[in-house]
């Protein structure tokens, strides 16, 4: 074994390394025929881990049939091209006879030709290519001599539909393929044995591979020289921006992450006029950016002319940005995992010390990081759950298969149960999936479009009519979001993409600020947004779709056990010891609850009455809980109740009179209660739009709508009308039918976190309540009555009515 690894150490040697003891133990276990997971830090070498024993491999037997042997799965397109330089690199240093081929929707069309004719031994692709590529009618010699798959970043996709769309092409290759190897890279998970299962199948026995070096962690956080009692809102983040202008280097090379493209626009924008020295040396870099602009960035800062970016989770993975000293993260990162691998973006080689500096965008979230900080010393991460056997990616796969080499339904079912998410398909599902796709099921049969599989001479179900087959190809993958516009100069460059709700808002010769510019709007025409540069001052800027980001369960646990230590007055973290004037102003005027307690607080305003709850565990099951209690309240007392929540608790905002103290006392029970949880839930917020929403990507995925060929794309009004007429249909005609029933599922466990929400109303009713009568909103009830002035309409800005709201406090105080 070591005779094969031979030319893998004599590289090595020539760089002047030492391979890390889990790179030898990953290539002894791959040579010797296991499958696995390696989980290491980020920059810790486990590239090299994973290719290496296949590639030693490959150079020890030379394969005489041409076709692919080692296929990379990767979640971005944007690693792509790394991973091709890193591999690259001891292919040309040592004349290994091999070639290394990049297939993603970047890949030119004669490329993707000379792929097919002369397959490289090593491709390097996405799950959305790799569908593709099972959609033609060469996948079959295409990977007749495969012999290992490595998917990166696992972690990344394992708790999304994209994860589930990679287990079901690795179910047709282990078909063709049954002695395939795979091995897993994951930097940050929790759930490492069921992660793996996901990742080999069903049954597999996978071989663990941990231990690289520790890497360094230092994370500081930017105080607030004083804190007067009151949080900030959050978005008067950018108001500080000088303390995080002090604490920047002009000659490190930093990133910085924002947690939604919208504020990554708005702190650029900020940063750029706050720093006019640094013009040239700052970028803007995220995914609605056109690809050219983003490549551009990244080599830039790879090569160190590029010292500031501001950037979004578009550069949380892989890519390896050696010369990058520092990491800045704005605002809390809402779980731990999320800190880690933005923090192995710094000093991104084994061994390194990653520095973050973090940047709050509001008061309370410095007890957010103090609780990350407690988590990331006890060695915790989040778990990340795959979704549970959705039908529409299934219904994908089989329509992909049957549009390259078309599948017998027997073999392919047990090949499908063989993943661990299908592993408990029922027959009658699968024979409805089938009468599904072939005769376009109970309702839709009479429509040409939806019967998509036939019989050929072998049994093997195809699709014969081309244009089904081209639009498929065209169309596959899980990613839904509303129709993207382009927007581009009228006389030049693309700059990127905004989507079409934005845009529809727009007159034309408005301003907005987008890709680092401030831009006019011309004209839009075929799905494109002319535009062209303006000097006039704006403060427009798109937002997009899945911005807001929640706690994680993980980090709520720990941010009530933080608050719990500062009502004790154990104040041990750099940001617990800097809350403590607005510790002590809310137990001056309420309490603070221990881990296990739920504090209540009711007052009188000259706005109306108003219910504060504090359960810490998250906006979306905060969102769940408060229209739950509004439902519940106004069913015992009839009256108008406004909701409004953020990651810490509710607001319920009744009119003046609305007794709240009196209904806490005698009908709290009633509240807290877990039974006919789903009814109220239906009676609270309209599950049935909900559903209908959701109704309308799952038909996306699933073939049932599709996005149209290029130039032709359909509007969101256009899918959200036929995604409409097919909810009405399936209602009306097959109330069971099984993707309507997907998207009740996915709306109570994904959207209303219907698990968390009830373990929330468990863990409350089996504690102690706290009900604190306050005479005016204490500091916890400040961000929950920001985040409702947000969302209404006033001639004085938020600003304003927030300052004016902390003189009150201040002067009832005196």
Known sequence: MNDVLQPIHRWFNQQGWTPLPFQTQTWEAHLAGRSGLIQVPTGSGKTYAAVMGSIARMLASPSEIRGVRLLYITPLRALSRDLALALQQPIDAMAWPLRVGIRNGDTNTSERSRQLKSPPEILITTPESLCVLLAGRHCERLFQTLETVILDEWHELIGSKRGIQTELGLSWLRQQRP?????????????????????????????????????????????????????????????????????????????LFTNTRNQAERWFQCLRYACPEMEGLLALHHSALDRAEREAIEASVKAGSMLWVVCTSSL??????????????????????????RAGRSAHLPGGTSQVLFMPTNALELLELSAVRRGLDNGLVEERRPPHAPLDVLLQHLTTLACGPGFEPQRTLEAIRRTSSYSELRDED?????????????????????????????????????????????????????????????????????????????????????????????????????????????????????????????????????????????????????????????????????????????????????????????????????????????????????????????????????????????????????????????????????????????????????????????????????????????????????????????????QLELPRLRKALMRMRSGEVLHCPTPRPGPLAFPLLVERLNNRMSNESVLERIERMQKDALRHEE
């Open 179 to 255: 002695s395939l190897q795979t091995w897993a890279i994951s930097a940050t998970i929790g759930n490492l044995e069921e992660a793996a299962q996901h990742a080999l199948g069903a049954g597999g026995d996978p071989c663990f591979i941990t231990g690289a070096p520790k890497r360094g962690l230092s994370v500081t956080s930017i105080l607030p020289d004083s804190i007067d009692g009151f949080p900030w809102g959050g978005h008067l983040g950018l108001r500080r921006y000088e303390d995080l202008v002090g604490q920047l280097e002009p000659c490190t090379s930093t990133l």
């Open 316 to 341: 949380d993975l892989g890519v390896d940005f050696q010369p990058v000293e520092r990491v800045v993260q704005i605002g809390s990162p809402k779980n731990l995992a999320r800190l880690l691998q």
């Open 430 to 750: 699968w024979q409805w999936c089938l009468r599904f796709l072939e005769h376009g099921g109970d309702c839709l049969g009479a429509y040409p479009r939806y019967r998509k599989l036939e019989h050929d001479e072998h049994g093997r179900y195809v699709v014969r009519e081309k244009a089904i087959a081209r639009l498929h190809r065209l169309n596959i993958g899980t990613i839904t979001s509303a129709p993207a516009i382009r927007v581009r100069f009228i006389r030049g460059a693309v700059l990127g993409h905004v989507e079409e709700t934005f845009i529809s808002q727009l007159k034309p010769k408005d301003v907005f600020f987008f890709a680092g510019r401030q831009l006019e709007f011309v004209r839009l025409r075929e799905m494109t947004a002319y535009v062209k540069a303006s000097t006039r001052k704006s403060t427009a800027v798109p937002a997009w779709a899945g911005g807001q980001m929640s706690l994680s369960d993980l980090l709520t646990h720990h941010l009530r056990d933080e608050v719990a230590r500062a009502g004790r007055g154990d104040l041990d973290t750099p940001e617990l010891k800097a809350l403590e004037p607005l510790f002590e102003r809310q137990m001056d005027l309420s309490t603070l609850p221990d881990s296990d307690q739920l504090l209540l607080e009711t007052c009188r305003t000259r706005e109306g009455m108003h219910l504060y709850a504090y359960p810490f565990e998250g906006r979306f099951v905060h969102e769940g809980l408060g229209f739950l209690w509004a439902t519940r309240l106004t069913r015992i007392h009839r009256g108008t109740i406004t909701v409004s929540v953020n990651d810490y608790g509710f607001e319920l905002l009744a009119p003046r009179g609305y007794p709240f103290d009196d209904l806490l006392e005698d009908h709290l029970d009633v509240l807290l209660d877990d039974s006919n949880l789903e009814q109220d839930l239906e009676q609270a917020l309209n599950l049935s739009e909900l559903c209908r929403r959701r109704f309308r990507s799952i038909a996306q995925v699933s073939g049932l709508l599709v996005q149209g060929f290029p130039g032709q794309s359909k509007s969101a009004g256009q899918l959200q009308i036929s995604g409409s007429l097919l909810w009405e249909v399936f209602n009306k005609h097959e109330p069971n039918n099984l993707l309507v029933r997907q998207a009740q599922h996915e709306v109570l466990q994904d």
